[in-house]
């Protein structure tokens, strides 16, 4: 382990520089070890981080702000909540780094109000830390809503909005909070951050692929032995990460990768497909996301379980544009219909129509994300769809599907 190496509980800013240090100081040299190591960013879209940094350094007249997002609205994901709960300092550590890098004059760690335990753990830490020569960082809470982390959104909500996503196509490196040159970064990758400055490119590609170095977190969820968040190895295989956590509780019935925004696998494809982030997409058309595998349990069904997602995205969308409002909702009521075997094929040719209507027409990612998924569970169980078509029943109407997520929240504040 690397990310969660060290006590098995919260790590105290003592035990932390015990084990690994003070803070390394650096400038905008570091910029370039980012690019050697080839971190990507571990938020979902795995954009090189480097890259990022550089467009705000380029903008940034000692005005520059950073923002830690730990908003996590992925239902099935938990992999920001533990990190910040056992290694803050590292996280924070990430930050400052970013802060010197950038000429930032603000750092801001942005929450969702939804886990008192990192909450705790968040204090505690910048408790400890004001005794170091570092800049101050406020802590931003917002509404658990699942577009609350689009990067849009946070830096809305860190400009005193709401937390809705923007509509403007203007950079956040060119203008972010308060118009600021504005680097939003994933709490995980901060911490990948903090462990090159202290260890090298080298040492980071140790572990990984030439295109997806180092670990990993990856939440597994649904039917496996031991569900949680564990770090791994991004040039292992998803098969191989399974059997080290214990295997499957029943036969698989299929799986979704990357989260509510990712895709569905049959379970023949279980065994075969890598971790690496680029393989996965070329040559498996597959997202690995934000670290998120969900197996369904022998008797699940993946058309179910799909359109229980949908209609969750389609409540928690922001509602400001048509493909959100009218189109994942109609989405949502015919894929009902199908999902419990009382639909036709005419419903699958709106739903079809519909998919296509609503792509690519939305103020933010959140449509496409939605539909990208149905499409995926569509196309890869479609000889069992025509199941449900034909009227006939289906058992994973009534089985345990993935771990549901809560009522749709409230405001957006």
Same mark, same amino acid.
């Given at each position: 382990?690397? =990310? ?13 520089e ?11 040299g570091?910029?370039?070890?980012l ?5 990507r960013?571990?938020?979902?879209a795995?954009? #090189? @981080? ?7 350094r380029?903008n940034?007249?000692?005005n ?30 990430g930050? %400052? ?32 830390r004001?005794r170091?020569?570092e800049?101050?960082?406020g ?10 982390g689009?990067?849009s ?16 196509l203007?950079r %956040?490196?060119?203008?972010g909070?308060?118009?600021? #040159? @504005?680097?939003v ?7 990948h ?13 140790q ?9 990993t977190? %990856?939440? &597994? ?22 059997r080290?956590v ?8 299929g ?15 279980l065994?075969? =497909?890598?971790l ?6 070329s040559?498996?058309?597959a ?8 197996l ?30 009218n189109? &994942? ?9 199908? $999902?419990?075997?009382?639909?036709d094929?005419?419903d699958?040719?709106?739903v079809?129509?519909?998919?296509? %209507?609503?792509n ?6 959140? #449509?496409?994300?939605?539909v990208?998924q149905?499409?995926?569970? =569509? @196309?890869v169980?479609?000889?069992?769809? !025509? @199941? !449900? &078509?034909?009227?006939?029943?289906? !058992?994973g109407?009534? $089985?345990?599907?993935?771990p549901?997520?809560?009522a749709?929240g409230?405001g957006?504040?």
């Amino acid at each position: 382990m690397r =990310l969660l190496a060290g006590p098995r509980g919260c790590e105290s800013l003592a035990e932390h520089e015990k084990r690994l240090g003070p803070r390394p100081r650096v400038d905008d040299g570091f910029i370039d070890v980012l690019r050697q190591s080839g971190l990507r960013g571990r938020g979902g879209a795995w954009f #090189p @981080t480097w890259r990022k940094w550089a467009a705000v350094r380029e903008n940034s007249e000692r005005n520059a702000v950073v923002v830690v997002n730990g908003h996590e609205g992925e239902p099935l994901s938990g992999k920001d909540r533990v990190l910040l709960q056992l290694r803050p300092h590292l996280v924070i550590d990430g930050a %400052m780094l970013a802060a010197e890098a950038l000429g930032a004059s603000e750092v801001t760690l942005y929450l969702s109000r939804s886990s008192r335990e990192t909450d705790h753990a968040v204090r505690r830490a910048l408790e400890e830390r004001a005794r170091l020569e570092e800049p101050p960082m406020g802590v931003e809470r917002t509404a658990h809503r699942y577009v609350g982390g689009e990067s849009s959104a946070v830096v809305s909500r860190a400009s005193g909005g709401q937390s809705k996503p923007r509509f403007t196509l203007v950079r %956040m490196a060119d203008k972010g909070v308060n118009d600021q #040159p @504005t680097l939003v970064q994933n709490a995980e990758t901060m911490a990948h951050a903090a462990l090159i400055a202290r260890y090298g490119p080298a040492w980071f590609r140790q572990l990984g692929t030439e295109a997806s170095p180092g670990t990993t977190l %990856m939440t &597994l969820t649904g039917n496996v032995k031991r569900p949680g968040v564990y770090e791994v190895d991004l040039g292992a295989t998803i098969a191989g990460v399974v059997r080290d956590v214990g295997g499957t509780v029943s036969p698989p019935a299929g799986a979704l990768l990357g989260g509510y925004f990712g895709s569905w696998l049959s379970p023949n494809a279980l065994s075969t =497909l890598p971790l690496d982030v680029d393989r996965l997409r070329s040559a498996h058309s597959a997202a690995f996301g934000c670290g998120i595998l969900a197996l369904l349990p022998q008797g699940g069904c993946a058309i179910v379980e799909s359109t229980r997602i949908l209609a969750y995205l389609a409540a928690e969308s922001s509602g400001q544009c048509g493909p959100c409002v009218n189109g &994942l909702a109609a989405l949502a009521d015919t894929m009902q219909r199908v $999902a419990t075997s009382s639909g036709d094929f005419g419903d699958l040719d709106r739903v079809t129509r519909w998919i296509d %209507m609503v792509n690519g027409r939305g103020a933010c990612h959140h #449509p496409d994300g939605a539909v990208g998924q149905l499409q995926s569970a =569509l @196309t890869v169980f479609k000889e069992h769809l !025509h @199941t !449900h &078509l034909l009227g006939h029943s289906c !058992h994973g109407v009534r $089985a345990v599907g993935f771990p549901q997520p809560p009522a749709p929240g409230e405001g957006w504040k």
